[in-house]
């Protein structure tokens, strides 16, 4: 069984306003910053002395922004990279100081909020950068900012051949300083880098005829998880992983990377009915009980992110022990089939994503029976779910 946590270990993240002591829901999201510094630390491993943009995008993909982004500039990270301004001015108010990059799209009327927030956006088109150049006039303040190049991904951003033109033609707005040069790779996760390569070769070409008129940016960066694990030649001067960080590994190789899942989905069997044979459960009745069985409801549903593709194919570890969701996910409570669990009782511990005794479940494991990614899977459980927070222990 996993070992039973006191409440002292943990605080709740403010991922949810009203949030409850730990004990006042028993669905929660436990991160495990010890996880979350291990894989951090093979981050660094792989890297050299470049610098780390930790990518907490997406509530930290679904982990809790606040307490992640702490978490790591406590262990050093450079910089962070969320999608949107909000998410960033989110960071600022809960006293994160470390630069912040918003790597989605910003647009013209945001402006002002970002250079109030002092974070650092990423440019590919004239009228935004001149927004900012604005926003920096008026704040009496400069402005960093990333050019974005659109090297394949076909996304946002400048292309190589426009390139050199726009950071010159930005570079002249007052208050705008041009500190980054980035791309990122469609599919750097696949074995077969060839394309990853041609995307590799246009930035490092545009990089080069920049030095050739005498233009250095400091920080040049295009790595994902899957090219930090996998494609040493795009490292350049900083990284920018998301996945790998919460402890999953993007990769078609499935090479060995040695991280560990940070989070853990959790609940506790609210209701145990013992039924006959042939008695129908959930909406629709697409269960309906072959022999004399023990059903177990637990209080959590896709309301809360947990897939109403897991119908009648999702699993929970009860009392170290896999057993099968019966019938189908509803809004906020599933049912499981506890039949062969001995001595289970309401009140014991589901195990949703996570390990207890020999048995495991991934967010992979979830992604493969709902025809996702783990990145969906993790950054869609819900605002509800209350993400505790496993101190380190010192
Ligand atoms: C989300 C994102 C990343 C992180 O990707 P992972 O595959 O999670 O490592 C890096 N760069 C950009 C631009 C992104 O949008």
Do not use: W
């Not at 992640?68 to 301004?85: E, K, P, S, Y």
């Amino acid at each position: 069984m996993r070992a039973p946590y006191t409440d002292a270990e943990y605080v709740c993240s403010p991922i949810v306003s009203g949030a409850a002591r730990p004990s006042d829901r028993p669905t929660r999201a436990e991160i495990d910053l010890h996880a979350l510094t291990h894989n951090y630390g093979e981050v660094t491993r792989r890297i050299g002395g470049r610098k780390v943009l930790a990518v907490v995008k997406a509530q930290a993909y679904g982990h809790g922004a606040v307490p992640v982004a702490r978490h790591l500039a406590g262990l050093g990270a450079h910089m962070f990279g969320v999608a949107l301004v909000e998410e960033g001015s989110n960071l600022r108010d809960a006293g994160i100081t470390t630069p912040i990059l918003v790597i989605g799209p910003v647009f013209p009327e945001q402006a002002e909020a970002l250079v109030g927030a002092n974070l650092t956006p990423v440019v590919y088109t004239l009228p935004v950068a001149k927004a900012l150049s604005d926003a920096a006039g008026n704040a009496g303040k400069a402005v960093p900012v990333h050019v974005k190049i659109d090297t394949g991904m076909g996304r946002i951003g400048v292309s190589p051949e426009e390139a050199v033109q726009f950071i010159e033609t930005i570079s002249k707005f007052p208050g705008i300083v041009v500190e980054g040069l980035m791309t990122h790779f469609a599919d750097a996760d696949l074995r077969d880098k060839k394309f990853a390569t041609n995307q590799l070769d246009r930035f490092e070409a545009l990089i080069g005829s920049l030095d050739k008129k005498g233009i250095t940016i400091p920080l040049r960066h295009a790595a994902n998880s899957a090219a930090v694990l996998e494609y040493d030649r795009a490292l350049l001067t900083m990284v920018r992983p998301g996945l790998m960080l919460y402890g999953y590994d993007p990769l078609e190789s499935g090479a060995a990377a040695d991280v560990r899942p940070v989070l853990s989905l959790v609940t506790r069997i609210a209701y145990i009915k013992k039924v006959p044979a042939g008695v129908p459960i959930s909406y629709g009745r697409t269960f309906v009980t072959k022999r004399e069985s023990l059903i177990a409801t637990i209080p959590i549903g896709y309301a809360d992110g947990y897939s109403r593709g897991l119908s009648n194919r999702g699993e929970a570890i009860v009392r170290d022990k896999r057993v099968p969701v019966a019938g189908r996910v509803c809004m906020d409570m599933t049912m499981l089939d506890v039949t062969e669990v001995p001595g289970v009782a309401a009140g014991d511990e589901a195990v949703l994503i996570g390990s207890s005794g020999n048995e495991r479940i991934t967010a992979d494991d979830i992604a493969a029976k709902t025809g996702t990614i783990a990145y969906e899977v993790l950054c869609g459980i819900s605002g509800r779910v209350p993400r505790i927070i496993k101190q380190v222990q010192s």
